[in-house]
């Protein structure tokens, strides 16, 4: 009979899991990144115009 195994570390991960939960915490960043740059946009949108394209606009006007 084989000796009984060596019980598992507690934060032992699998390899592919790993992968899974890295890209999943990217793709989170990235969602919650885009969001924050979205509500920004939303309540001030004319900070996002540099100045200088803002006021070309107005003198051809």
């Known amino acids: 009979m084989d000796p009984p195994a ?3 570390s507690r934060f032992e991960i699998d ?3 790993g992968f899974v939960l890295f890209f999943f915490s990217l793709l989170c960043f990235f969602l ?3 969001i924050v ?3 920004q ?8 115009i ?3 394209t803002y006021q070309e606009e107005n003198m051809e006007e």
Do not use: G, I, K
């Open 15 to 17: 390899v592919d899991l």
């Open 37 to 39: 740059r979205c509500a």
């Open 6 to 8: 060596a019980p598992a």
């Open 50 to 52: 540099s100045v200088h």
């Open 41 to 48: 946009m939303v309540l001030d949108p004319y900070s996002a």
């Open 32 to 34: 919650l990144v885009t």
